[in-house]
């Protein structure tokens, strides 16, 4: 779906490596819910490997696992309570509060519901006022065409 | 994230009128919501109201494609449709100087040289770390640009230009570390050279189905390689043409993959640090001259000898089988080698090749052994000299993996074979076993029903001999194969890497 994530911090990846030399790549919010590897970073900023000297590969496997299950069942399940109005006020408190995780699932449900829909639609779901003029309009779709082919029906 | 908003900004804006209020959130935030959708998607943002005009244009990642061609136009609307999107990522290269990656992917069809060019040419004013170019057609011949040159920043790149490419000598590339081409046809041996001597820290090279008409010799000499990977085309070679050299120059190599046709003849030189190899070498055409195959692959495999690690397929083994024309008691020894695996690239139950006892006589530190079925060759009277056991059965050995075990006499007396020999052994594991139950009752008459184990699911069985209990109890520290894809221990396969069926 998404092409790879712009600089934003919580994309970050992160390495752990694991009692038997495994390593595994995840991202910062997983590593994050490991208070220890929390720790660990909290303490040296720059890491990128992070030593898991107690645990084997395989059940660190296991561990990523779990934490990424229950993020993307839980996301999935939050997100869908919620109509377009209510994500965009949510994500208007996430960002003011400063809390990432919270915006970054918000950021992500807002852009799954828009996703391969024409301007038609994501104007109405943002309530998005048209100011350009036709022939401005048909410029840019003209200019852009290749964006326009193959754009869902809404 | 970028980009906060005040209290009263929220207040302000939650007493306006409900509307529109994405159109108010801070642009670093509406930046993150763009990035996290397909470029598509993104340039279509620009229609939705003037403020959205040029927000797209302030992101750093961008995939544009035209996989293939749309069947309800005729073949003049897609070649206007794929003009229409080069023009785009020209304006865009042109107006935007944040670009980090670009990739433009477009399906076989000709495209305007000169557009290409210009499009790299804005390329170089971004700091560009990662450029994938997929698009041209075979018989078409593009000069790639100077401007590489300015590419300060550019990491890895791409380049599955299906054009004859012919390559300017003073190419430069300061800072590639990766370098994929991709269905390229190389105009001359200069031009492979000139690609290669212009990339100075250059750390992965691979060589995907490349076109190589009248190129006899090529020379990978990059001392900063890490990581060589060549794929050319299994299919048959017709004539002299098709017979090319490779010379692989590069002390610091750790990890070498090869795949391709069995007339292609490697040269490597002084391979010192190598850690792992894959091989896969066929002659499916017959066509090719036996004896040739065979030196081929002796000289390829005694250039490897340095290796820890080594995959290589039966198909290859079985090129070497004609011992009048190949000694292979003038293998060097591998003495660093301590994982070898040796499996089917096509059919997956294919016996294990005869040569295997020869190669096992040059492994005295072998720990690890991965074989298709079982070494019948071992079975044929242990007073043949031909098939005596190696040494590294009594010295070093701890695992046998067998992938196709029917349970038949002389497959457990392989196994006993193995059992009574191998001083150190750990675990055997027969995989894709079918009838489980007899065989552990054949295992448990010869004695050996304490540790083994048998796992059974979605529709392959395998068996677990453990040497003792603590082996039975927790794995040893060796990363287990379940985690193949992970654990260093298993080299570059990749793709045809496909052990464990579950």
Known sequence: MAEEKSQASSSKMLTLKASDGVLFEVELNIAKEMKTVQAYIDDCEDIETIPIPNVLGKHLAIVIEYIKKTNEEYDAEFEKQWNMDDLQLLLLAANYLNISGLQECLCKAIAKRIENKSPEYVRKVFNIENDHSPEEEAKLRKEYKWAFEGVDKD | ?502
């Open chain 2, 1 to 502: 994230m970028a980009g906060k908003i005040s209290s009263t900004d929220v207040h302000h804006i939650q007493g306006h009128n409900v509307d529109d209020m994405i159109s108010d959130l801070p642009e670093g935030v509406l930046l993150h919501i763009l990035s996290l959708l397909p470029t598509k998607d993104v340039v279509r943002t620009s229609v939705l109201a003037t403020k959205w005009r040029h927000l797209w244009t302030y992101l750093s990642v961008f995939d544009f494609k035209i996989p293939y061609p749309l069947y309800n136009k005729s073949k003049d609307q897609n070649q206007n449709s794929v003009n229409c999107l080069l023009d785009l990522v020209g304006r865009l290269l042109r107006k935007s100087n944040c670009v980090e990656r670009l990739s433009i992917d477009i399906f076989e069809i000709a495209v305007d040289g000169d557009k290409v060019s210009s499009l790299i040419s804005s390329a170089s004013k971004h700091k560009l770390q990662y450029l994938k170019l997929s698009l041209g057609v075979p018989n078409d011949k593009f000069a790639l640009p100077h401007c590489f040159s300015a590419f300060e920043s550019l990491n890895e790149l791409c380049l599955g230009l299906k054009f004859t490419l012919c390559i300017p000598s003073d190419i430069c590339f300061p800072s590639l570390k990766k370098l994929v081409v991709s269905d390229v046809t190389f105009a001359n041996e200069e031009s492979v050279q000139q690609l290669f001597s212009g990339c100075p820290v250059l750390q992965e090279l691979t060589l995907y189905n490349c076109y190589w008409e009248n190129i006899e010799q090529i020379s990978v000499a990059i001392s900063t390689l890490r990581k060589l990977t060549i794929y050319f085309d299994l299919c048959c070679v017709d004539d002299e043409d098709d017979y090319m050299t490779v010379m692989i120059d590069a002390v610091n190599l750790l990890s070498l993959s090869c795949t391709c046709h069995a007339a292609i003849r490697f040269i490597p030189v002084n391979l010192t640090s190598i850690v792992d190899a894959h091989v896969h070498l066929e002659d499916d055409s017959q066509l090719v001259p036996v004896l040739y195959v065979a030196h081929c692959i002796f000289e390829l495999l005694s250039g490897l000898n340095n290796v820890k690690s080594l995959d290589i397929t039966n198909d290859t083994l079985e090129c070497l089988i004609d011992r009048t024309e190949v000694d292979l008691n003038l293998l060097p020894t591998f003495h660093n080698l301590t994982h070898l695996y040796v499996y089917n690239f096509t059919d997956e139950s294919t016996a294990t090749s005869g040569v295997l006892p020869d190669i096992l006589r040059k492994t005295p530190k072998l720990e690890v052994l991965y074989i298709p079925t079982v070494v019948r060759e071992y079975l044929d009277g242990e007073d043949s000299l031909l098939n005596s056991l190696p040494c590294c059965l009594k010295s070093s050995l701890k695992r046998l993996h067998i992938l196709y075990f029917f349970g038949d006499e002389d497959e457990i007396e392989f196994v006993m074979l193995f059992l009574k020999n191998a001083s150190f052994f750990r675990e055997i594991q027969l995989a894709n076993v079918e009838k489980v139950a007899d065989i552990q009752d054949q295992l448990q008459s010869v004695g050996l029903g304490t540790y083994v184990e048998a796992c059974c699911g979605l529709g392959h069985s395998r068996i677990i001999i453990f040497n003792s209990p603590s082996d039975y109890e927790s794995p040893d520290d060796e990363s287990d194969e379940d985690e193949g894809a992970n654990s260093g221990v298993f080299p570059g396969a990749g793709v045809f890497f496909c052990w464990f069926c579950r």
